[in-house]
């Protein structure tokens, strides 16, 4: 029997301050991110106050990449006509602002965003960028899987519907049994992340920097790639496409990921 599926994702309003469990789970999984990136930081014997300061630089970037990237990839037709509001948390409409916050990030570009910020900080610090990523790429798995599970308390990105009984109905949508595709993506995350922290955990003396963050982008974006399958289509104009804009934004990462493991294996 299918799943119904609606809960308000709103926890609880004070005034004009409201906390949504995509925040909730949004703000946990970057804490979450950072504790084990922390924990494998001591590694290098240097202090974690400088991984502080690549912490904000990560969130910062994170939040303006996946804005940036989906303002760009999905609709940019109207946020070229209107670029203010690709960085502000309102929209204008009827000659008014209304306040929406950030509806509408995409992953891709929160994660090329984040991988200029490392190379940037890497520079600066004179650290090893690749031995920096492969940290940052196992928390930062573990945070897209928080991310996805908060998109499923929001009943967005859906997936397509199953033809059967056994899916999910997003009863705050319509009355279609659909595939879960959050949960789908969010598993995919964890997985991820468990398969980087054991590799990393195999400590070997002919394995180079970079090789988990190769390893990353191959299954990450190799199971970003099939799950789209699943996805209904996030914007009119990928109606039609035989890859949708997900998919295609996944490629370079793919094919980026095996250059790097050719090097670095």
Same mark, same amino acid.
């Given at each position: 029997? &299918?799943?119904?599926?609606?809960?308000?994702?709103?926890?609880?309003?004070?005034?004009?301050? #409201?906390?949504?469990?995509?925040?909730l789970l949004f703000a946990g999984g970057l804490f979450l991110g950072y504790w084990v990136v922390a924990k494998l930081y001591k590694d290098t014997k240097r202090s974690?106050?400088?991984?502080?300061?690549? $912490? !904000?630089?990560?969130?910062?970037?994170?939040?303006?990449?996946?804005?940036?990237?989906?303002? /760009?990839?999905?609709?940019?037709?109207?946020?070229? #006509? *209107?670029?203010?509001?690709?960085?502000?948390?309102?929209? @204008?409409?009827?000659?008014?602002?209304?306040?929406?916050?950030?509806?509408?990030? $995409?992953? =891709?570009?929160?994660?090329? #965003?984040?991988?200029?910020?490392?190379?940037?900080?890497?520079?600066? =610090?004179?650290?090893?960028?690749?031995?920096?990523?492969?940290?940052?790429?196992?928390?930062?798995?573990?945070?897209?899987?928080?991310?996805?599970?908060?998109?499923?308390?929001?009943?967005?990105?859906?997936?397509?519907?199953?033809?059967?009984?056994?899916?999910?109905?997003?009863?705050?949508?319509?009355?279609? !049994?659909? =595939? &879960?595709?959050?949960?789908?993506? #969010?598993? $995919?995350?964890?997985?991820?992340?468990?398969?980087?922290?054991?590799?990393?955990?195999?400590?070997?003396?002919?394995?180079? *920097?970079?090789?988990? /963050? $190769?390893?990353?982008l191959i299954i990450l974006f190799g199971a970003r790639f099939i799950i789209e399958y699943f996805k209904i289509e996030q914007v009119a104009f990928e109606q039609g496409? /035989?890859?949708?804009?997900? @998919?295609?934004?996944?490629?370079?990462?793919? !094919?980026?990921?095996?250059?790097?493991?050719?090097?670095?294996?």
């Amino acid at each position: 029997m &299918p799943i119904e599926w609606g809960p308000n994702p709103l926890i609880f309003k004070i005034g004009s301050f #409201a906390l949504r469990y995509y925040s909730l789970l949004f703000a946990g999984g970057l804490f979450l991110g950072y504790w084990v990136v922390a924990k494998l930081y001591k590694d290098t014997k240097r202090s974690l106050d400088e991984l502080d300061s690549l $912490a !904000v630089l990560i969130f910062v970037s994170t939040v303006i990449g996946a804005r940036l990237g989906h303002c /760009l990839f999905y609709e940019p037709e109207y946020y070229l #006509a *209107h670029p203010l509001q690709m960085l502000l948390p309102f929209r @204008q409409e009827n000659g008014s602002w209304t306040f929406t916050g950030y509806q509408g990030l $995409a992953s =891709h570009g929160g994660i090329f #965003a984040v991988l200029l910020a490392i190379i940037y900080w890497c520079r600066k =610090h004179k650290r090893d960028v690749f031995q920096i990523l492969d940290f940052i790429v196992i928390g930062g798995s573990l945070t897209g899987c928080f991310i996805r599970l908060g998109n499923f308390m929001n009943s967005e990105i859906l997936g397509k519907p199953t033809g059967s009984d056994f899916g999910v109905i997003f009863t705050k949508v319509d009355s279609i !049994v659909r =595939h &879960p595709a959050q949960l789908y993506e #969010a598993i $995919a995350y964890f997985l991820t992340f468990a398969i980087l922290l054991f590799l990393y955990k195999q400590k070997t003396a002919t394995r180079k *920097h970079g090789f988990i /963050l $190769a390893v990353y982008l191959i299954i990450l974006f190799g199971a970003r790639f099939i799950i789209e399958y699943f996805k209904i289509e996030q914007v009119a104009f990928e109606q039609g496409m /035989l890859l949708n804009m997900g @998919q295609i934004l996944s490629i370079p990462f793919i !094919v980026a990921g095996f250059i790097l493991l050719f090097l670095k294996k």
